[in-house]
């Protein structure tokens, strides 16, 4: 059984008044890849910050490897873990070796300068973009600077890995290679997903949240229930078994109500016509 690794112990993030994650507890082991998902302002990103320690829980705690993390240090927690979040803007003047390098700063005066370097190509290399060294970051495409954070990321070694919807602004083709290659690393990872259909072939565990509460925490297949994500989304799922390959395709459909005999909305012009 792997070790435990964060732990969440009833976790609230309260602003205004109001709850933004109510009472949340979880755990992450060590090689797990956990997919926080839910609606727009289900809590999923301000739970990812407590989680990471960007943001202090109003109420609960949270646990790296048995450690509470509001009594460690951000210089300790920078060995542990590393985050790619969703407004990561890097001067795009910076050389893309230098950005990644920046990886290695919580680890300074700990290895010769060689190996420190070797750590970055590793990195570069892994994210496929040892080809790009010679660029700046604002030379890189918008899949390019994504991996460019991913590598930087890398490049710390940390313990565990979070992602905040890592997949914004990628065409399909590339959110799904982004994430193939997250899953290649054989890190522990805690990433907020927006595109259902990529969590099933990504994570080996799903938080789903609504209403800032955590919903349900289970393996994809029994998280992306029918009646769960019709429930939480409000949209419809379907398991298809793949024409030509030997795997099953989870199918998410946004009901038609237009098309219903009891709809009221046509997407004819001319049945609103006088």
Not at 22 to 49: H, M, Q, W, Y
Not at 133 to 157: D, F, V
Not at 261 to 266: N, T
């Amino acid at each position: 059984m792997s070790a435990l690794l964060l732990e969440a112990r009833d976790v609230t993030a309260t602003a205004n008044g109001r709850n933004l994650v109510d009472g949340v507890s979880l755990s992450v082991s060590a090689g797990e890849r956990l997919a926080i998902i839910g609606p727009n302002g289900a809590g999923k990103t301000t739970l990812l910050r407590m989680l990471c320690g960007a943001l202090p829980p109003s109420a609960g705690e949270v646990r790296l490897s048995g450690r509470r993390l509001d009594r460690i240090t951000p210089a300790e927690r920078a060995l542990g873990m590393a985050v790619v979040g969703q407004t990561d803007q890097p001067d795009p003047r910076l050389a893309l070796i230098d950005y990644v390098e920046l990886g290695r700063v919580p680890h300074a005066g700990f290895r010769r300068r060689l190996e420190e370097r070797d750590i970055v190509v590793e990195a570069l290399r892994t994210t496929g973009l040892l080809p790009l060294l010679g660029r700046t970051i604002g030379e890189l495409s918008g899949g390019e600077r994504q991996r460019a954070q991913l590598a930087r990321a890398i490049a710390q070694e940390p313990r565990i890995l979070f992602l905040d919807e890592p997949t914004n602004h990628l065409d399909p083709r590339a959110r799904g290679e982004l994430l193939e290659l997250v899953a290649g690393f054989g890190m522990t990872v805690v990433a907020v997903l927006h595109d259902l259909a990529l969590v099933a072939p990504f994570a080996t565990r799903v938080a789903m949240m609504n209403n800032a509460r955590l919903q349900v925490l289970a393996a994809p297949h029994d998280a992306l229930t029918q009646e769960l994500i019709r429930d939480v989304f409000g949209i419809d799922v379907f398991r298809l078994r793949h024409p030509t390959e030997d795997r099953e395709l989870t199918v998410f459909d946004v009901p038609n109500r237009a098309s219903s005999p009891s709809g009221q909305i046509s997407l004819n012009p001319r049945s609103n016509t006088p």
